[in-house]
């Protein structure tokens, strides 16, 4: 009788031990997937009524991962609205030109303000422009409406070095502007036209969707910068506060519920197998982890990052003189 209890006893234990570590688990599973979903599955998981507060930071160029996730949003149903954050002094005039579409096929689903922060210039402005509503602090940097093109000219150095480089083209605008030849007459005004016709198309955007005239804005048709207050003044933005006050007036004019809660989404993560990426896995392989951070680091920092971008212009520097 005592050996016939003992392994009952022995084969209960055992039971329970197996119920015990399915239970442990499941719980490690649910955890990984709440620390894996972000933000904003969790919140549409839990059918909560959310404001989607989005960010536009460093220098803008076309983004898939972005834009996939504007479209994301305009087809989440527990999103009421959205608030994006910008702080960035703009990019590739192609690139505000896909973040504008994005945004506006977005505007026709969802409610959108824009709240700018230290700097909203040139192609950051041309998102701005796209939502409902701008919220710009008194001393943010926005404006500098305009198109450039740049290109650096290697002729003299190469006489120096002795260098010389031959091509064969098709035609005399081939590759014209180019950095190993001086600029000839011919591809200026291919430049020049191209400036000119990115430049109408910017306006074209600032007058129809601020309903202003360019020409009565002292500056603007000269690319010049505005501080929050002049920019309101001119209006070329609505209001001048920070995030409460955007959040306030999606809740107050655009009848966003009142518990709706902020909820961050971000893009997919970038892959890592552009042109900084491997410098930064190279780097960090000869040199030691620290230099392939430091090298992930300039990559991203907006003075060395806008030298590597190609086209046409609508970004703000400020002078170095």
Known sequence: MLETETVLDRRRLRRSVSLWRAAGLAAVLIAIGALTLSGDKLATLAGEKQIARITIEGTISEDRDQLK???????????????????????????????YEGLRALGAKKPIV?????????AAYIAGIATDHIVARGNSITGSVGVIVQWPEFVQLLDKVGVKVNEVKSGPLKASPSPFEPLDEGGKQVAQGMVNDGFKWFVGLVET????????IPGLLDGRIFSGREALQAKLVDQIGGEDEAVKWLKDEKNVPQNAKLVDWKPSAPNSYGFAGMSAHIAG???????????????????????????LLSVWHPSEK
């Open 69 to 99: 996730m504007l479209k994301d949003i305009a087809d989440d149903a527990s999103v009421s609205g959205v608030l994006m954050y910008v702080n960035s002094p703009g990019g590739t005039t192609t690139g505000g030109e896909a973040l």
């Open 114 to 122: 824009a709240q700018f922060g230290t700097v909203a210039a040139s």
């Open 209 to 216: 969707r601020r309903g202003v005239k360019a020409a009565d």
């Open 285 to 311: 392989f000869l040199l030691g982890s620290n230099a392939g951070e430091l090298v992930n680091f300039l990559s991203q920092e907006r003075s060395f990052s806008t030298l590597g971008l190609d086209g």
